[in-house]
Nanobody
């Protein structure tokens, strides 16, 4: 089956770090654009970081820029989101998504949620 599985979420104190993993099964992420999205209670799902197919261009939402890093490990068919200096407002369910589109601008793609394949999410809670 074609699927994405997120892992690495949990409870962390403000200022702490987590690394989320998005592992693909049944297909390769090497030639896919991959995005990390989050949805907090009462809010719409938003793109937080995406990496494009082809050029591996990256995009970060303004509030996470400088704190989060998206990366690929093609040997493990996994995309990671390293999250540092976490804040309570980062609390959300984090989802990864993949799409075969080679976008002209990864930012544009990361600003919508019309992606082909989605994981089921992993909870990140930042609280003291």
């Amino acid at each position: 089956q074609v699927q994405l599985v997120e892992s690495g979420g949990g409870l962390v104190q403000p200022g702490g770090s987590l690394r989320l993993s998005c592992a693909a099964s049944g297909f390769s992420l090497a030639y896919k654009s991959v995005g990390w999205f989050r949805q907090a209670p009462g809010k719409e799902r938003e793109g937080v970081s995406c990496v494009s197919a082809g050029e591996n261009a990256t995009y970060y939402e303004n509030s996470v820029k400088g704190r989060f890093t998206i990366s690929r490990d093609n040997a493990k068919n996994t995309v990671y989101l390293q999250m540092n200096s976490l804040k309570p407002e980062d609390t959300a369910v984090y989802y990864c998504a993949a799409d075969p589109v080679y976008p002209s601008t990864i930012q544009t793609m990361c600003l919508h949620t019309r992606w082909g394949i989605w994981g089921r999410g992993t909870q990140v809670t930042v609280s003291s």
